[in-house]
C-alpha cells in the first residue's frame, strides 16, 4: 500500500470528488444544466418593463421541454458501475483499483497502463497475488493505446510523478495529454485527473530554471491571476499590475510553487479549449473549407505574421498592444525563435540559453497532434486569426460563411450586455464542426501536498463536449434559415 499519507489523502478526496462528478451531481456537471433555459426565462420575465421580456416569450414551453428532453438523451443517468476508468498503474496497481472499487466502481471497467518495462513486470507480479488477478493491465503509454484502441472513457487519471512538460523519453506528460484529446478518448461528460510533481533547485536545478521561465512567459500575458483571496481569488493579471518582463520573472522564481499551480490549470484548460481543437481543425480537412476558403496562403500567412510584430509604421503587433486577447500567441512567441524574431517586447531567454530553447521546443511538440511545434503554431496561429474580428479575416470565408456574415447580428440577438457580433458565431460553428471539450470551471479542484520533499500538484477537471448546444444548433448552410 502506499507510504505516504498525504497522498492517500488527496487521491480519495480527488477519486471521491471525481465520482460523484460523474453520477450523483452529473447534471450540475455539465456547464449548462437541465434547468438552465427555465432560469433564463424566468430571469428576464421578473421584470415586465425589461424590454427583453418580450422576447423571451417567443420561448414556448413545448420548445423548452423538447429541449430539455434533447439534454436528457445526451447526458443521460450513470451509476458509479457504469463507469469506466483508465489509469497509469505503477508498481501497486491494485492500491488505485481498491480504492476506485471501494467507491463502487467495477474492476470490470477499470484499465490500468504502465509504458516502463521494469515497473511493469512488478505490477504484473503485485497484480497477480492482489485480489485482482484479472486487471486489464496494459505495457503501453496511454496515449499511444488510443491510436489504435478508439475507446471511450469517462475517468482518465493520470498521476503522472513528474513535472509538466517533461522531456524524459518515457515520461513525456504532456504529449500524453495531447493523445488523449486528440482521440476523444473521454466520454461526452468526462473528468480528467493530473498529478504532476515540480522539482526543487536541489532535485534538478536545471528542470526548476527551465520550469520558472517557462511559467514566466505562460501566465504574464494573462489578463487576470489567481489572488489566493478566499472571496474573491481574482486580480488583474502581470501587464496591468505594471510588471516590466524582468521584475515578473523574478516574481515568479521567487513565489514559484504558487505560480506553478496557476500553470498546470491555466495550460490544461487552454490545451483542452483551445490549443487542442485549433491544432486539429487543419486546412487541408474538407471541414475546413466548409467555413474558410484559402485561395492565397501567403496572404493569410502575412496578415497572420503581422499580428506578432510592428511594421517599420508602427502598425500591426496586436499581440503585443493587446495581450490579453491573445495570450496563448504571445507566450508562443516568447519561446519559438522563428515568431520571436529577437522582438524585445517578448522574452529573449531562448537566445540566451540553449536548454530552455530546446525544453521550449518540446513544450510545443508535446501540444502538437503530429508532434510537430511549427505545424502546432501555423494551425493555432491562423485560427485565432480566422475566428477573430476586424481585421481582413473576411477575405478567407467560405461562400456560406460570407452569407452570413451579411447578416446584421447585433440587430437581431438581444439579451446580452454586450453587443453580439460574428466571431461569436463562427467559433459557435467551429466548435459545432470540430467537437472540442469545455472545462467547466465552477466543478474545477486541485490539491497541492509534498510527498517526501518534492510538491505534488493535483488537478480534477470537468469535461463536457456541450453536444445539448452544438447538436440542438442547425448546421452551417442551415444556419441562416
Not at 487552454?270 to 473549407?289: A, E, Q, R
Not at 506578432?308 to 498592444?321: E, L, R, T, Y
Given at each position: 500500500m502506499y507510504k505516504e499519507e498525504n497522498k492517500n489523502i488527496a487521491r480519495k478526496s480527488v477519486l471521491k470528488a471525481a465520482i460523484e462528478a460523474l453520477t450523483l451531481c452529473r447534471k450540475d456537471s455539465t456547464l449548462a444544466p437541465k434547468d438552465y433555459i427555465r432560469k433564463v426565462k424566468a430571469f428576464y420575465r421578473k421584470d415586465e418593463s425589461d424590454p427583453?421580456?418580450?422576447?423571451?416569450?417567443?420561448l414556448s414551453e413545448e420548445t423548452i421541454i423538447r429541449w430539455e428532453e434533447f439534454y436528457d438523451s445526451v447526458i443521460q443517468d450513470r451509476t458509479a458501475r457504469s463507469i469506466k476508468v483508465a489509469y497509469l498503474s505503477g508498481p501497486n496497481p491494485e492500491n488505485d483499483l481498491t480504492e476506485m472499487t471501494d467507491m463502487g466502481l467495477l474492476p470490470e471497467n477499470i484499465w490500468a497502463f504502465e509504458s516502463d518495462a521494469k515497473i511493469y513486470n512488478e505490477a504484473v507480479i503485485s497484480a497477480l497475488s492482489s485480489k485482482f488477478p484479472f486487471i486489464k493491465l496494459i505495457?503501453?503509454?496511454?496515449?499511444?493505446?488510443?491510436?489504435?484502441?478508439?475507446?471511450?472513457?469517462?475517468?482518465?487519471y493520470l498521476d503522472f510523478c513528474g513535472p509538466l512538460p517533461s522531456k524524459k523519453a518515457g515520461q513525456k506528460t504532456l504529449k500524453a495529454i495531447t493523445s488523449i484529446l486528440k482521440y476523444h478518448a473521454l466520454s461526452p461528460l468526462g473528468v480528467m485527473i493530473t498529478n504532476v510533481s515540480?522539482?526543487?533547485?536541489?532535485?534538478?536545478?536545471?528542470?526548476?530554471k527551465n520550469i520558472v521561465n517557462l511559467v514566466a512567459s505562460y501566465l504574464y500575458p494573462k489578463s487576470t491571476l489567481e489572488s489566493n483571496n478566499p472571496e474573491w481569488n481574482c486580480t488583474d493579471g502581470a501587464i496591468s499590475e505594471?510588471?516590466?518582463?524582468?521584475?515578473?520573472?523574478?516574481?515568479?522564481?521567487c513565489e514559484i510553487e504558487d505560480f506553478y499551480g496557476q500553470y498546470i490549470t491555466r495550460l490544461l484548460?487552454?490545451?483542452?479549449?483551445?490549443?487542442?481543437?485549433?491544432?486539429?481543425?487543419?486546412?487541408?480537412?474538407?471541414?475546413?473549407?466548409?467555413?474558410?476558403?484559402?485561395?492565397?496562403?501567403?496572404?493569410?500567412?502575412?496578415?497572420?505574421n503581422d499580428l506578432?510584430?510592428?511594421?517599420?509604421?508602427?502598425?500591426?503587433?496586436?499581440?503585443?498592444?493587446d495581450s490579453g486577447l491573445f495570450p496563448i500567441l504571445w507566450t508562443i512567441a516568447s519561446i519559438d525563435k522563428k515568431y520571436n524574431n529577437k522582438d524585445k517586447n517578448y522574452y529573449q531567454d531562448i537566445y540566451c540559453d540553449d536548454d530552455f530553447n530546446d525544453y521550449a521546443q518540446s513544450f510545443l511538440s508535446q501540444m502538437s497532434a503530429n508532434g510537430n511545434a511549427h505545424d502546432l503554431i501555423k494551425n493555432i496561429s491562423n485560427m485565432h486569426f480566422l475566428l477573430n474580428e476586424g481585421r481582413t479575416e473576411n477575405n478567407f470565408y467560405s461562400d456560406s460563411l460570407r452569407n452570413l456574415?451579411?447578416?446584421?447580428?447585433?440587430?437581431?440577438?438581444?439579451?446580452?450586455?454586450?453587443?453580439?457580433?460574428?466571431?461569436?458565431?463562427?467559433?459557435?460553428?467551429?466548435?459545432?464542426?470540430?467537437?472540442?471539450?469545455?472545462?467547466?470551471?465552477?466543478?474545477?479542484?486541485?490539491?497541492?501536498?509534498?510527498?517526501?520533499?518534492?510538491?505534488?500538484?493535483?488537478d480534477m477537471l470537468v469535461l463536457d463536449e456541450c453536444r445539448y448546444l452544438y447538436d440542438w444548433m442547425p448546421s452551417l448552410d442551415m444556419f441562416y434559415s
Open positions: 427583453r421580456a418580450f422576447i423571451v416569450d417567443e505495457k503501453a503509454n496511454v496515449g499511444d493505446f488510443f491510436e489504435v484502441s478508439p475507446q471511450k472513457f469517462d475517468l482518465i515540480l522539482p526543487s533547485k536541489e532535485q534538478n536545478a536545471n528542470e526548476h505594471g510588471y516590466s518582463l524582468d521584475e515578473w520573472h523574478k516574481k515568479v522564481e484548460v487552454d490545451l483542452i479549449s483551445v490549443i487542442s481543437p485549433y491544432d486539429n481543425f487543419t486546412s487541408s480537412h474538407s471541414l475546413y473549407k466548409n467555413m474558410f476558403k484559402i485561395s492565397n496562403y501567403n496572404d493569410l500567412t502575412k496578415s497572420v506578432f510584430h510592428f511594421d517599420s509604421n508602427g502598425n500591426g503587433g496586436d499581440i503585443i498592444v456574415n451579411k447578416i446584421n447580428w447585433y440587430q437581431k440577438v438581444y439579451p446580452f450586455c454586450d453587443l453580439f457580433l460574428f466571431h461569436q458565431i463562427k467559433e459557435v460553428l467551429f466548435r459545432q464542426l470540430s467537437v472540442p471539450y469545455h472545462v467547466n470551471m465552477e466543478k474545477t479542484l486541485r490539491w497541492k501536498y509534498k510527498a517526501k520533499d518534492t510538491n505534488m500538484y493535483m
